[in-house]
């Protein structure tokens, strides 16, 4: 089975920077997007920044010029550098990825176990 495990949460003071990390193992064909996503308490998740096979990304108004998402195909993973961290940003952060498992299987969205966030003084 596909595992997404994620870290690099933390608690930051406002204005700080954090640098969150997810990984995917198990066995995979191909992944396709990648994307980070946070859910605050009493709220839905959202998404916060998506990254495609070949590097194209779209961000949240909210992040915009603060954020960056990347990712290593080489070593499935994605990142998710956060500056300019402000106390809205509390949430925890989910990792999804757009997988194909085999060849000629169909793909599946996955999600990690989150990590939290917290941006606070």
């Known amino acids: 089975q596909v595992q997404l495990v994620e870290s690099g949460g933390g608690l930051v003071q406002p204005g700080g920077s954090l640098r969150l990390s997810c990984g995917a193992s198990?066995?995979?064909?191909?992944?396709?997007?990648m994307g980070w996503y946070r859910q605050a308490p009493g709220k839905q998740r959202e998404l916060v920044a998506t990254?495609?096979?070949?590097?194209?990304?779209d961000y949240a108004d909210s992040v915009k010029g603060r954020f960056t998402i990347s990712r290593d195909n080489a070593k499935n993973t994605v990142y998710l550098q956060m500056n300019s961290l402000k106390p809205e940003d509390t949430a925890v952060y989910y990792c999804n990825a757009n997988i194909q498992q085999l060849r000629y299987g169909t793909t599946a969205n996955y999600w990690g176990q989150g990590t939290q966030v917290t941006v606070s003084s």
């Open positions: 990254v495609s096979v070949g590097g194209s990304t």
């Open positions: 198990g066995y995979i064909f191909m992944i396709y997007s």
